[in-house]
């Protein structure tokens, strides 16, 4: 069994800062590409960010400048960091990765965490 555990949500002033976390826990025998996604209530989730297993990005046009993307491999985590945030970045935020165990490859998300940009 596989899972992803999101942390680092939370209240931010605009002009603020969050990194969240994504652990991936299980039986693990590779780690593939991973991403954040967003979704706020009557829109589609969309991807905020990717990461190739070999460090390969990309972003979202409304995050680009702002937000990183990173993995520690070692750690089966990745992270988000997110700088100068804006309300319009507020939504649950959803990790999601290509995770292979001993005997598939499967597509895995988290529960997800909410940030809030807001004064």
């Known amino acids: 069994q596989v899972q992803l555990v999101e942390s680092g949500g939370g209240l931010v002033q605009p002009g603020g800062s969050l990194r969240l976390s994504c652990a991936a826990s299980g039986s693990i025998s590779s780690l593939y590409a991973m991403g954040w996604y967003r979704q706020v209530p009557g829109k589609q989730r969309e991807l905020v960010a990717g990461i190739t297993n070999r460090g390969s990005t990309n972003y979202a046009d409304s995050v680009k400048g702002r937000f990183t993307i990173s993995r520690d491999n070692a750690k089966n985590t990745v992270y988000l960091q997110m700088n100068s945030l804006k309300p319009e970045d507020t939504a649950v935020y959803y990790c999601?990765?290509?995770?292979?165990?001993?005997?598939?490859?499967?597509?895995?998300w988290g529960q997800g965490t909410q940030v809030t940009v807001s004064s």
């Open positions: 999601n990765g290509q995770i292979a165990t001993t005997f598939s490859r499967n597509d895995y």
